[in-house]
Protein backbone atom coordinates (compact mmCIF):
# COMPACT_ATOMS: atom_id res chain seq x y z
CA UNK A 1 0.00 0.00 0.00
CA UNK A 2 1.27 3.83 -0.58
CA UNK A 3 1.86 5.94 1.74
CA UNK A 4 -0.60 8.30 0.12
CA UNK A 5 -3.49 6.98 1.79
CA UNK A 6 -2.32 7.14 5.50
CA UNK A 7 -1.14 10.73 4.73
CA UNK A 8 -4.75 11.51 3.04
CA UNK A 9 -6.32 9.86 6.38
CA UNK A 10 -4.36 12.77 8.15
CA UNK A 11 -4.94 15.36 6.43
CA UNK A 12 -8.57 14.64 6.46
CA UNK A 13 -8.94 13.47 10.07
CA UNK A 14 -7.09 17.28 10.78
CA UNK A 15 -9.77 18.98 8.27
CA UNK A 16 -12.67 16.88 10.25
CA UNK A 17 -11.03 18.09 13.62
CA UNK A 18 -10.74 21.74 12.53
CA UNK A 19 -14.61 21.99 11.00
CA UNK A 20 -16.06 20.80 14.11
CA UNK A 21 -14.32 22.76 16.39
CA UNK A 22 -15.03 25.84 14.16
CA UNK A 23 -18.98 24.92 13.97
CA UNK A 24 -18.84 24.28 17.69
CA UNK A 25 -17.13 27.59 18.53
CA UNK A 26 -19.72 29.55 15.80
CA UNK A 27 -23.23 27.80 17.45
CA UNK A 28 -21.58 28.46 21.46
CA UNK A 29 -20.57 32.57 20.22
CA UNK A 30 -24.37 32.49 19.00
CA UNK A 31 -26.48 34.85 20.62
CA UNK A 32 -29.24 37.91 21.07
CA UNK A 33 -30.79 40.04 23.07
CA UNK A 34 -34.19 41.30 21.94
CA UNK A 35 -35.46 45.17 22.85
CA UNK A 36 -37.10 43.66 26.00
CA UNK A 37 -33.61 42.71 27.41
CA UNK A 38 -34.95 38.93 26.88
CA UNK A 39 -31.90 36.70 25.70
CA UNK A 40 -31.83 33.93 23.34
CA UNK A 41 -28.69 31.12 23.20
CA UNK A 42 -27.96 28.23 21.18
CA UNK A 43 -28.32 26.62 23.94
CA UNK A 44 -32.29 27.14 24.39
CA UNK A 45 -33.13 25.65 21.46
CA UNK A 46 -32.58 21.29 21.90
CA UNK A 47 -31.60 20.94 18.59
CA UNK A 48 -28.62 23.49 18.31
CA UNK A 49 -27.49 22.18 21.81
CA UNK A 50 -27.63 18.54 19.26
CA UNK A 51 -25.59 20.27 16.70
CA UNK A 52 -23.08 20.98 19.29
CA UNK A 53 -22.76 17.48 21.16
CA UNK A 54 -21.89 16.01 17.78
CA UNK A 55 -19.61 18.50 16.89
CA UNK A 56 -18.03 17.52 20.05
CA UNK A 57 -18.17 13.93 19.32
CA UNK A 58 -16.18 14.45 15.92
CA UNK A 59 -13.61 17.05 17.46
CA UNK A 60 -12.62 14.02 20.80
CA UNK A 61 -13.10 11.18 18.13
CA UNK A 62 -10.45 13.25 15.40
CA UNK A 63 -8.65 13.91 18.43
CA UNK A 64 -8.09 10.85 20.07
CA UNK A 65 -7.19 9.23 16.78
CA UNK A 66 -4.47 11.85 15.38
CA UNK A 67 -1.98 10.89 16.81
CA UNK A 68 -2.15 6.77 15.65
CA UNK A 69 -2.59 8.86 12.19
CA UNK A 70 0.64 10.81 12.55
CA UNK A 71 2.34 7.47 13.27
CA UNK A 72 1.10 5.97 10.70
CA UNK A 73 1.26 8.66 7.95
CA UNK A 74 5.28 8.62 9.16
CA UNK A 75 5.85 4.97 9.73
CA UNK A 76 3.27 3.44 7.29
CA UNK A 77 3.29 0.59 9.94
CA UNK A 78 0.55 0.78 12.92
CA UNK A 79 1.02 1.63 16.31
CA UNK A 80 -1.13 -0.84 17.54
CA UNK A 81 -0.19 -3.81 15.35
CA UNK A 82 -2.86 -6.05 15.00
CA UNK A 83 -6.01 -6.74 12.99
CA UNK A 84 -7.93 -4.88 15.81
CA UNK A 85 -7.14 -1.23 15.10
CA UNK A 86 -8.21 -1.22 11.11
CA UNK A 87 -11.21 -2.97 12.03
CA UNK A 88 -11.76 -0.55 14.81
CA UNK A 89 -11.39 2.63 12.58
CA UNK A 90 -13.45 1.18 9.73
CA UNK A 91 -16.25 1.03 11.71
CA UNK A 92 -15.93 4.04 14.31
CA UNK A 93 -15.44 6.49 11.11
CA UNK A 94 -18.88 5.25 9.95
CA UNK A 95 -20.88 6.01 13.07
CA UNK A 96 -18.78 9.55 13.64
CA UNK A 97 -19.70 10.28 9.96
CA UNK A 98 -23.44 9.58 10.78
CA UNK A 99 -23.57 11.38 14.13
CA UNK A 100 -21.86 14.66 11.98
CA UNK A 101 -24.26 14.25 9.23
CA UNK A 102 -27.37 13.73 11.01
CA UNK A 103 -26.09 16.92 13.06
CA UNK A 104 -25.66 19.22 9.71
CA UNK A 105 -29.52 18.02 8.85
CA UNK A 106 -30.93 18.75 12.03
CA UNK A 107 -28.94 21.98 12.45
CA UNK A 108 -29.83 22.72 9.23
CA UNK A 109 -33.42 21.60 9.58
CA UNK A 110 -34.10 23.89 12.68
CA UNK A 111 -32.51 26.77 11.36
CA UNK A 112 -34.15 27.14 8.33
CA UNK A 113 -37.67 26.19 9.85
CA UNK A 114 -37.39 28.48 12.87
CA UNK A 115 -36.16 31.37 10.67
CA UNK A 116 -39.24 31.37 8.97
CA UNK A 117 -41.37 30.32 11.57
CA UNK A 118 -39.86 33.25 14.00
CA UNK A 119 -40.62 35.67 10.90
CA UNK A 120 -44.03 34.88 10.92
CA UNK A 121 -44.34 35.27 14.59
CA UNK A 122 -42.89 38.43 14.63
CA UNK A 123 -45.37 39.64 11.80
CA UNK A 124 -48.53 38.90 13.63
CA UNK A 125 -47.13 39.99 17.05
CA UNK A 126 -46.61 43.45 15.46
CA UNK A 127 -49.39 44.37 14.25
CA UNK A 128 -49.51 48.10 15.34
CA UNK A 129 -46.37 48.53 15.69
CA UNK A 130 -43.55 50.78 13.52
CA UNK A 131 -41.99 49.05 11.13
CA UNK A 132 -38.61 50.19 11.68
CA UNK A 133 -38.49 48.58 15.37
CA UNK A 134 -39.76 45.23 13.36
CA UNK A 135 -37.22 45.26 11.12
CA UNK A 136 -34.56 45.54 13.86
CA UNK A 137 -36.02 42.81 15.84
CA UNK A 138 -36.44 40.65 12.60
CA UNK A 139 -33.02 40.93 11.98
CA UNK A 140 -31.64 39.86 15.37
CA UNK A 141 -33.35 36.70 14.55
CA UNK A 142 -32.25 36.27 11.58
CA UNK A 143 -29.13 37.01 12.24
CA UNK A 144 -29.02 34.35 15.10
CA UNK A 145 -30.33 31.74 12.95
CA UNK A 146 -28.04 32.23 9.91
CA UNK A 147 -25.03 31.85 12.62
CA UNK A 148 -26.38 28.53 14.06
CA UNK A 149 -27.15 27.76 9.68
CA UNK A 150 -23.31 28.89 9.57
CA UNK A 151 -22.64 26.71 12.44
CA UNK A 152 -24.20 23.46 10.48
CA UNK A 153 -23.00 24.58 6.90
CA UNK A 154 -19.07 24.31 8.40
CA UNK A 155 -20.08 20.84 10.29
CA UNK A 156 -20.89 19.78 6.83
CA UNK A 157 -17.80 20.45 5.71
CA UNK A 158 -16.35 18.28 8.65
CA UNK A 159 -18.77 15.51 7.85
CA UNK A 160 -17.54 14.99 4.16
CA UNK A 161 -13.72 15.06 5.73
CA UNK A 162 -14.93 12.06 8.13
CA UNK A 163 -16.68 10.76 5.09
CA UNK A 164 -13.48 10.84 2.70
CA UNK A 165 -11.84 9.25 6.13
CA UNK A 166 -14.48 6.73 6.16
CA UNK A 167 -13.80 5.77 2.94
CA UNK A 168 -10.60 6.02 3.27
CA UNK A 169 -10.56 3.64 6.10
CA UNK A 170 -12.25 1.60 4.13
CA UNK A 171 -9.07 1.31 1.38
CA UNK A 172 -6.82 0.38 3.80
CA UNK A 173 -9.05 -2.16 5.77
CA UNK A 174 -9.36 -4.41 2.51
CA UNK A 175 -5.73 -4.16 1.65
CA UNK A 176 -4.84 -5.96 4.92
CA UNK A 177 -7.18 -9.14 5.99
CA UNK A 178 -9.77 -8.20 8.53
CA UNK A 179 -11.86 -10.24 10.53
CA UNK A 180 -14.25 -11.17 8.48
CA UNK A 181 -11.98 -11.71 5.02
Do not use: W
Not at 10 to 38: P, Q
Amino acid sequence: MSKAIPALVLVFRILTLAACVASGLVLVLDKFKDEDGDKLHFYDIITFRYVLSAAAIGATYSLLQLPFNIYYACTNKRLIRNRCMPEFDFYSDKVVTLVLASGVGAGFAAGFELKKFFKLLLQVASLGIDDNNFDQELAKFNDFFEKAIISSGILLVGAVCMAVVSILTSITRTSNSGFFG
